[in-house]
Nanobody
Framework: QVQLVESGGGLVQAGGSLRLSCVAS????????MGWFRQAPGKEREFVAA????????VYADSVKGRFTISRDNAKNTVYLQMNSLKPEDTAVYYC??????????????WGQGTQVTVSS
């Protein structure tokens, strides 16, 4: 089992920045790809970004390319999402996910509880 805990959400003005963190605990000796997803009120959950175990491969949704950066520190069992140039449409609950490979993240075995990001206009 892997437990994921997100933090770093909050209220920020449009154009501002936030950095989300997701700390993994439990069976972290396994090699997991990690990803971030988000869900806005009344909308389905959508993919945001993902990173391979080594950090050598990253994938981004078109809506966040050039603004968000995903990274990880395996020594700290932590994955980050640096969000710059935030827009009101980025407002959502952001979830961290872990799976054995990037392709499986949308139906990942492990999910965090989410952290709220609110961007005011």
């Amino acid at each position: 089992q892997v437990q994921l805990v997100e933090s770093g959400g909050g209220l920020v003005q449009a154009g501002g920045s936030l950095r989300l963190s997701c700390v993994a605990s439990g069976r972290t000796s396994s090699s997991y790809a990690m990803g971030w997803f988000r869900q806005a009120p009344g909308k389905e959950r959508e993919f945001v970004a993902a990173i391979s175990w080594s950090g050598g491969s990253t994938v981004y949704a078109d809506s966040v390319k050039g603004r968000f950066t995903i990274s990880r520190d395996n020594a700290k069992n932590t994955v980050y999402l640096q969000m710059n140039s935030l827009k009101p449409e980025d407002t959502a609950v952001y979830y961290c996910a872990a799976d054995s490979n990037i392709a499986g993240l949308s139906t990942a075995d492990y999910w965090g509880q989410g952290t709220q990001v609110t961007v005011s206009s």
